[in-house]
Nanobody
């Protein structure tokens, strides 16, 4: 099973930027997808973005499209989430996720990181 460790969260003002990193260990096959979810207090975990390990094809939630960019470094086994134009509603714990198929819901994920807090102040 793939293990995931996130880093890069923190406190930022509205309009600012952050980059999250996710280090993966274990066997990752070309058909795997890696991505990001987030969970705000009292809310369900929601899909943010995913990327296919081999092709780099990406997919985003409408709420972050045009502001967030997901990327990966296959050699380093890392996935990144660049977040620009951050809004207070982006405040949440962000989780790295992976599965041997594409996913847009938490039910489709079979391995999670421990999460990293992102707080956007107004």
């Amino acid at each position: 099973q793939v293990q995931l460790v996130e880093s890069g969260g923190g406190l930022v003002q509205a309009g600012g930027s952050l980059r999250l990193s996710c280090a993966a260990s274990g066997r990752i096959f070309n058909y795997y997808a890696l991505g990001w979810f987030r969970q705000a207090p009292g809310k369900e975990r929601e899909f943010v973005a995913r990327i296919t390990w081999s092709s780099g094809s990406s997919y985003y939630a409408d709420s972050v499209k045009g502001r967030f960019t997901i990327s990966r470094d296959n050699a380093m086994k890392m996935v990144f989430l660049r977040m620009n134009s951050l809004k207070p509603e982006d405040t949440a714990v962000y989780y790295c996720a992976t599965a041997p198929w594409s996913f847009t819901s938490a039910a489709g994920v079979n391995s999670w990181g421990q999460g990293t807090q992102v707080t956007v102040s107004s």
